[in-house]
């Protein structure tokens, strides 16, 4: 029989504590995985499957039972980025002290909007933030919120940039709505940055049109005399660069633009820095990679996706400003929510959030550097880091495959001497459907690569092996 | 001694399930709660106790003595929405099913954006969405996507409505910015709809200032008649109204505007409906409520939170079409993620988001929703009306309290007579400082008012009882 609904809200008493810990043992058992990094069903096939079991019927069924169905039907045909075959995107294999913490979050259901909702949870985000600024190597104004990823902590960077190049002309941007001059405002970024850029310009009602790509030079990052040719000709326009976006970490080849030799340029022409590190930030950690990040310091706002190479569940992303009271551009009081005379000492992070009610996502992040340490998470990221050199180094011994590019990161980026573009897909596609592997593929100046993107340390030299094996294999076989 | 790196990656082998169980019971049993809704630790002692903990030292430490930490620090000096007590917000105790499927979730890290990275788990989100729009009437072309909350959602109707008006003039606005007509384009809504509306015109570059605010009648639903007289005005005036907003479920009262009426309107002026059905959207799954939101099936797009009174753990909202076709005013294609050349039957949700990396939150919500049942779930949110109904009675008898308004939700609005605005702050500040209730403050027409949100299916009129006594008595010690 169903259990009555009262049984099923949270309690911490001896029962509800005992019903809790049965239900979460019930849950990881009914966890069930795909042999390798995907099942073989067809998208029609598993379409059918789901759509088969009804979302919600009059009577309800027993929790064993909707755990079954989760991991016969969902789970078994979920693709596993702990599996080393799983290698298409920055899709962390996640943390058991993160996975817990998750549980209790759950269970205690903070929300980060006010004080009087969090109060310890506020406390823990606004210290995991000035710890984060202060590893950055910005002064003790830094600190940060925490949003739902790196699109939103994008967002949110562009959003206090435009705010900014508001209040320069006087306008508060917020109220007002773009001022006539907001069709001259430029946002500078590399012709490799992420996607995220141009959609943050479509939100605020600059349009993607607004986004100036500068050039990269061989290496992938940002072509600093490309950038300046680019400033003297929005000069000669009497267009306004309003934010430079430096990326430390782009998406296919994870290169990292010049920070410092940006943050100047930005500096001169008044214009908002902002670094997008969602791909490269957790080099941070490691003292053999963080020298690559150089000048993040400077940025008005960084961008941190601790569901990236921190290995964080998603959603876990941060944006961190230098200078705190940055985020006064974007405060307003709310009469239930934010009111300004609340006791001294309750910060409501509504002010710094484009969102209301907010989980408590630092809590698995914090949990995790707790347990990890600096020490064990730095070896982490230098470990897939590795083995995208590793790869890089077979790919350019083998006969049949070109490496793109010297990877710097996660990410090895191919091709295949004498196969097409439509060659390249069948392979990424064909692999997919089998269930063999879960590859990247992308464009890298305009041709057609597949890419690996290694975020699993456990994958060993022999998983590489076995991975590019199967390519070359796939595409002799097409 | 602290466990390597290497035992801390999830895996679902034998080892890893045992650890994983391990851990989950032992982060369960860590979890300690404040025996009222909260404790009564001051703001600045709360800072200081959580800011003394390293967030990550060079060795990390035990996954026991971490979990232990939180327990101690941080849970213990929460807030407790499943105590009675914890009254302010729209802030829910969560269900059993959803919590642990929260953990399932994190180990399987499936994320949103590509069907590559989320193969069933896209379906579950698309089956889902499916149903809430049948659920609410809407035709078969019905479906949505998950968001972070309702401020996203709001915020995604409102950008979709923006495109549509676009496009009634040629203009592609996420490519080309806000054209020069912007300037004139307004949003509807009643003087009672969320700030989160405000904040979405702030974002899209139109201005809070573009927002007109409809007067409310005594009931605090939308005035038509006021509707009416500001739609003419505008015309007038060569504005656009390219919005109407209705809210279902007012922040503070919990009122639904005529959502009919408003639909009639937008269709007569060509522009876009929006309900921020936040609040009261859950009215839909039982037979006495839904009949309050008639007219939903007619709009555009609805905002849905399931992390109110679904009783859904954060985040988890949804924003609803009408019409699916309408995300092809938002789609942008990227060479990395949704290519377009994809096999038959992938979808790929990156296309109707705001996200990019996004979290399975659909999961919790139909591993709730199966377990429940419409029935169980229904009478979950007739009860805390129901709760708000009695408390509401209680104030009216009582000598000291004034009901501001017939509560219609789980909301009750109140002040006290020959209590001024401080006094009430004070009251409830004080109720929170003690750790005795957690009760809301807000303003009603102008006026400060103290507020209880019943969210909790389990409190009883005794503790309704309780809590009025509670009130009163502070406010007669003040």
């Given at each position: 029989m169903n259990q009555p609904w009262e049984e099923l809200i949270v309690a911490l008493d001896g029962k509800g504590l005992e019903r809790l810990q049965q239900a979460a043992v019930s849950a990881l058992s009914s966890l069930?995985?795909?042999?390798?990094?995907?099942?073989?069903?067809?998208?029609?096939?598993?379409?059918?499957?789901?759509?088969?079991?009804?979302?919600?019927?009059?009577?309800?069924?027993?929790?064993?039972?909707?755990?079954?169905?989760?991991?016969?039907?969902?789970?078994?045909?979920?693709?596993?980025?702990?599996?080393?075959?799983?290698?298409?995107?920055?899709?962390?294999?996640?943390?058991?002290?993160?996975?817990?913490?998750?549980?209790?979050?759950?269970?205690?259901?903070?929300?980060?909007?006010?004080?009087?909702?969090?109060?310890?949870?506020?406390?823990?985000?606004?210290?995991?933030?000035?710890?984060?600024?202060?590893?950055?190597g910005m002064p003790l104004s830094g600190s940060g919120v925490m949003t739902s990823g790196g699109t939103a902590s994008n967002l949110l960077g562009l959003t206090l940039a435009r705010s900014f190049a508001g209040s320069q002309l006087g306008?508060?941007?917020?109220?007002?709505?773009?001022?006539?001059?907001?069709?001259?405002?430029?946002?500078?970024?590399?012709?490799?940055?992420?996607?995220?850029?141009?959609?943050?310009?479509?939100q605020l009602g600059l349009g993607r049109d607004a986004v100036v790509t500068i050039p990269t030079s061989a290496s992938g990052a940002m072509d600093i005399a490309a950038l300046d040719r680019r400033i003297s000709e929005l000069?000669?326009?009497?267009?306004?660069?309003?934010?430079?976006?430096?990326?430390?970490?782009?998406?296919?080849?994870?290169?990292?633009?010049?920070?410092?030799?940006?943050?100047?340029?930005a500096r001169s022409?008044?214009?908002?820095?902002?670094?997008?590190?969602?791909?490269?930030?957790?080099?941070?950690?490691?003292?053999?990679?963080?020298p690559m990040l150089k000048g993040i310091e400077n940025a008005d706002s960084v961008t941190i996706d601790f569901h990236k190479l921190w290995f964080q569940p998603f959603n876990a992303s941060a944006l961190v400003v230098k200078d705190v009271e940055r985020f006064d551009l974007l405060r307003?009081?709310?009469?239930?929510?934010?009111?300004?005379?609340?006791?001294?000492?309750?910060?409501?992070?509504?002010?710094?959030?484009?969102?209301?009610?907010?989980?408590?996502?630092?809590?698995?992040?914090?949990?995790?550097?707790?347990?990890?340490?600096?020490?064990?998470?730095?070896?982490m990221v230098e470990?897939?880091?590795?083995?995208?050199?590793?790869?890089?180094?077979?790919?350019?011994?083998?006969a049949?495959?070109?490496?793109?590019?010297?990877?710097?990161?996660?990410?090895?980026?191919?091709?295949?001497?004498?196969?097409?573009?439509?060659?390249?897909?069948r392979v990424q596609q064909s692999l997919l459907m089998r269930g063999e592997m879960v590859l990247g593929r992308t464009e890298i100046k305009g041709e057609a690569a597949l890419k690996f993107t290694f975020m699993n340390p456990l994958a060993t030299e022999e998983d590489i092996d076995r991975l590019i094996g199967l390519v070359i294999n796939e595409l002799q076989a097409s």
């Open positions: 069930k995985r795909p042999t390798g990094p995907r099942s073989n069903i067809t998208p029609t096939e598993l379409h059918e499957l789901i759509w088969s079991t009804p979302i919600c019927t009059e009577d309800g069924n027993s929790l064993e039972q909707v755990l079954t169905e989760f991991g016969e039907n969902v789970w078994s045909n979920s693709v596993v980025p702990f599996d080393p075959g799983c290698v298409a995107h920055l899709h962390p294999p996640t943390l058991l002290p993160s996975i817990v913490t998750e549980l209790t979050v759950a269970v205690m259901n903070q929300s980060m909007d006010s004080w009087d909702q969090a109060p310890a949870a506020t406390e823990v985000e606004l210290h995991l933030m000035a710890w984060l600024a202060s590893l950055m306008v508060d941007v917020l109220k007002r709505g773009n001022p006539e001059q907001a069709k001259h405002w430029r946002i500078l970024c590399s012709d490799q940055a992420h996607f995220s850029i141009q959609r943050a310009a479509a000069e000669a326009q009497s267009a306004t660069g309003i934010a430079i976006v430096g990326t430390a970490g782009t998406t296919d080849l994870g290169v990292i633009d010049p920070l410092d030799e940006i943050a100047e340029r022409i008044n214009a908002w820095f902002h670094v997008d590190a969602a791909v490269a930030g957790a080099y941070l950690i490691s003292d053999q990679l963080k307003v009081k709310s009469n239930y929510l934010d009111r300004g005379d609340e006791i001294e000492g309750m910060t409501n992070l509504v002010g710094r959030s484009l969102d209301t009610s907010r989980r408590f996502d630092a809590a698995k992040v914090v949990a995790a550097l707790r347990v990890l340490g600096r020490v064990s998470l730095g070896e470990r897939v880091v590795s083995l995208s050199s590793y790869a890089a180094a077979k790919i350019e011994a083998s049949q495959l070109v490496l793109l590019a010297k990877p710097t990161g996660a990410m090895c980026v191919f091709c295949a001497e004498g196969f097409t573009s439509d060659d390249l897909r």
